[in-house]
T-cell receptor, first 113, second 112 residues
């Protein structure tokens, strides 16, 4: 079975600074990877996905992530954050034909002026 | 375009009362459907998923059940709620195998 580890439970960052959220997974077969963002009291919104092809994936709101098969990682990055990026971010992986997602525990990003 | 609707947005129920949360998807057919629960400060736990009408799979034993009476309708139910059923319930759909899931806005359920 696959598992997902988000290494940081909370990441404080200043406005306009870069941010990286770390995600590692374990799986013995090919994976499909996703990052979601959740604003307070809302559902999850898809930021980006890796299904196949280029290992550098660009998503919405200026986020990007890089799939590294050898390190089993899918870290999320943004070169310059805004106050509005304050939210919780979830990494998710699936290898199942049903498309069931295994979510990480989440990383809370707090952007301050 | 496809949309997903969940209601109600918030719900306060006494222990031992029944529950019915509804989720509907528009703009697609034969979606995969999912119910998740998110407890405070924790990640998402998959409760049920469905690949078609009347086909429900349960991920964890619990006090809840799910039904799919129509292609784009997914209902989460309980006959008698427990305090431990409190949480944020999310419905999601995906168009097919290994495709991204798209989430509704959630229902915050508080049990008193």
């Amino acid at each position: 079975a696959q598992s997902v580890t988000q290494l940081d439970s909370q990441v404080p960052v200043f406005e306009e600074a870069p941010v990286e959220l770390r995600c590692n997974y374990s799986s013995s077969v090919s994976v499909y990877l996703f990052w979601y963002v959740q604003y307070p009291n809302q559902g999850l919104q898809l930021l980006l996905k890796y299904l196949s092809g280029s290992t550098l994936v660009k998503g919405i709101n200026g986020f990007e992530a890089e799939f590294n098969k050898s390190q089993t990682s899918f870290h999320l990055r943004k070169p310059s954050v805004h106050i509005s990026d304050t939210a919780e971010y979830f990494c998710a992986v699936t290898t199942d034909s049903w498309g069931k997602l295994q979510f990480g525990a989440g990383t809370q990003v707090v952007v301050t002026p | 375009s496809q949309t997903i609707h969940q209601w109600p947005a918030t719900l306060v129920q006494p222990v031992g009362s029944p529950l019915s949360l509804e989720c509907t998807v528009e703009g697609t057919s034969n979606p995969n459907l999912y119910w998740y629960r998110q407890a405070a400060g924790r990640g998402l736990q998959l409760l049920f998923y469905s690949i078609g009408i009347g086909q429900i799979s349960s991920e964890v034993p619990q006090n809840l059940s799910a039904s799919r009476p129509q292609d784009r309708q997914f209902i989460l139910s309980s006959k008698k709620l427990l305090l431990s059923d409190s949480g944020f319930y999310l419905c999601a759909w995906s168009p097919g195998l290994n495709q991204p899931q798209h989430f509704g806005d959630g229902t915050r359920l508080s049990i008193l």
